[in-house]
């Protein structure tokens, strides 16, 4: 099993259970729990999962850490485009931001 197939199963599985330690992973995964601790680095490291003594968890602290990444990335450009717009936020009343066509 490759390394992507592996960290997808992973998430799969904690999305489902909420949390699961290194034993059940590696048991269920077919792996070692080496396999399993080295697996569980990236995700973590990329807030997709937490990882515990023992294991790995989801939960809110990892959307509220996904939400700060999305909001603190590209603040130039964000501050650019406010200068640029004059600070109005007025939208055409019909408009669609991710098409950003009016409906």
């Known amino acids: 099993m490759h390394r992507a197939d592996r960290a997808g199963r ?3 599985h904690l999305t489902e259970a909420g949390s699961a330690d290194v034993h059940a992973l ?3 995964l077919e792996v070692s729990a080496a396999t399993i601790r080295r697996g569980l680095r990236e995700p973590h490291d990329r807030g997709l999962l937490r990882r ?3 294991g790995a968890s989801t939960g809110m ?3 509220e850490r996904l939400l700060r990444r999305s909001t603190e990335r590209r603040q130039e ?3 650019w485009i406010g200068r640029r717009s004059g600070g109005s936020a007025a939208r055409p009343p019909n ?3 991710r ?3 009016s409906v």
Do not use: D, F
Request: contains cysteine; proline residues 5%.
């Open 26 to 28: 590696s048991e269920l």
């Open 99 to 101: 098409a950003r066509w």
């Open 10 to 12: 992973i998430l799969s």
């Open 61 to 63: 602290v990892n959307l």
């Open 95 to 97: 408009w669609c931001p």
């Open 77 to 79: 450009e964000k501050r």
């Open 52 to 54: 515990t003594r023992g």
